[in-house]
C-alpha cells in the first residue's frame, strides 16, 4: 500500500505545472485512488461496516451547522458541527488551498499536499484505539476547500494542563502517558513518524482517554532519510536536537518530544521553553545545557552535522540533576525521562519499551478524574494554544 501512495504524491507533485482550471481532476482522482488502496487492504466485515457509517453519515452530512470555530492553524481552521436537533456534533477540519489562476504555487501545492498526508494517515489510523481516524472526507473539487470530519473530543491535552494550573497527578500522567506511547507503538508500527507530537495534538474526551492527532507534518520511515528544513518537523519547544542540527531523522523525534511532554505533565512547566525571539540555536543551547553537548563519546554522528559547528563550548550532562531537584515528587519518572530525551537518538527508548516501562511503574492508581469543558473555544487538532508555538 505505501508503495502505491508513494507513487500517487509523486504523480501529484508533476501536476504543479497544470494550469489551476484543471487542478481538481487530478487531485480529485488522486484522492480517490488513495482511498480505494485503502478499503482494497480491509477485511470484507470491516468493509461492510464502513459502508454502513458512511451511508447513514451521508444522510445527516447535509443537515450540518457549524456551531463554533474550535481553532485555528497553519492549514486552516477547525469547527464543530452538530446536527439541527443537536444530537450528533463532529469535529471538522478545513484545509485552506489558496485559489489563482495562475500556475501551481508552493504555497498552493503545500496545502493541497497538508491535506492529503493527512487523509492517508487518518485512513490508516483507523481501529486504532488512540490515534485519531476519519469519519468520512470532502476533496477537493475546484471550488470548495478539502476537509475531513473527524470524531469530537473534549479538549487538548495542552489546555487540560493550562486547566490544571499545576502539576498533574502521577498515576493520571502515567494513564495519559501509557494511552500515548501505545499510540506510538501503533503509528511507528505502520512506518510512520508523527514529527509534532506536542500536548496540543493530544485530544481527550471527558474521561481523559485520549487520540494522538494532527498528522499533516507526519512521514513515512522512506522519507526521513531526506534533509527536511525544521520549520517543516516539529513546534520549537518539542524539538529533538537531530532536527536542529539538520540531516536524517527517525521515530524517535516523538521520543524526544514524549519525554517533553512527561516533564510538562509532571511539573506544569515546559522543560525546553524559547521565547517568540529566540532562535532554533538559542533552543539547542537549552537542550546542550541540560542533555549535554555531542561528544565522540555519547553522539559522535551529531558533532559533524551542519549547526553543531556554532557551538564553541561544550556542556555536561545534567539530566539526573535538573530532574532530582525538580520532580522529587515523582522520582519513579526520572529515569524514563532521561532515557526520552537523551541527546543520542539510538540511546532514547523506542515506543514499545517505553511502553512496558511505564506500564511498570508502581503508582498510586487512583481512576482518572473527569474534567470540565474549558471555557475557551480551542479545542481540536489543531489549537490556537498561546501557550505554544506554531
Known sequence: MRTHLFF???????????????WA??????????????????????????????ESFEKIQDDLQESKVLGFGASGRVIQLESSDQTKAFAY??????????????????????????????????????LMSVIAWKPPDGQVSPGVFMPLMQANLSQFLRQKNKPLEKDTVQSILSQITNGLVALHGMKIVHS??????????AHLQIKIADFERSHYFAECNHIHSDEEICTQWYRAPELILRGAFGSKVDIFSLGCITYECLTGTVLFYSGIKETEIDHLLKIFQICGSPSESNWPEGRGRQNYKKYSK????????????KLNHAPE???????????NPSHRLNAAQ?????????????????????????????????????
Open 25 to 54: 481532476g487530478p487531485i480529485e482522482a488522486i484522492v480517490q485512488a488513495i482511498i480505494q488502496d485503502f478499503l482494497a487492504d480491509l477485511p470484507q466485515h470491516e468493509l461492510e461496516q464502513k459502508n454502513l457509517f458512511k
Open 8 to 22: 500517487l504524491w509523486a504523480l501529484f507533485l508533476s501536476q504543479i505545472t497544470l494550469p489551476h482550471t484543471t
Open 196 to 205: 509534532d507530537l506536542k500536548p496540543a495534538n493530544i485530544l481527550l474526551d
Open 333 to 343: 519518572f526520572i529515569p524514563i525521562i532521561v532515557a526520552l530525551i537523551d541527546l
Open 314 to 325: 561544550q556542556y555536561e550532562d545534567q539530566r539526573k540533576t535538573v530532574f532530582s531537584q
Open 93 to 130: 477540519k478545513e484545509f485552506k488551498v489558496p485559489r489563482t489562476s495562475d500556475l501551481w504555487s508552493n504555497e498552493y501545492d503545500a496545502a493541497a499536499m497538508r491535506f492529503l498526508r493527512e487523509l492517508n494517515v487518518l485512513l490508516q489510523c483507523s481501529g486504532q484505539p488512540h
Open 354 to 390: 517505553t511502553e512496558i516501562a511505564l506500564n511498570q511503574l508502581v503508582c498510586n492508581h487512583t481512576p482518572p478524574k473527569e474534567f470540565d469543558e474549558p471555557e475557551s473555544n480551542e479545542l481540536g487538532s489543531q489549537s490556537n494554544d498561546q501557550r505554544e508555538q506554531d
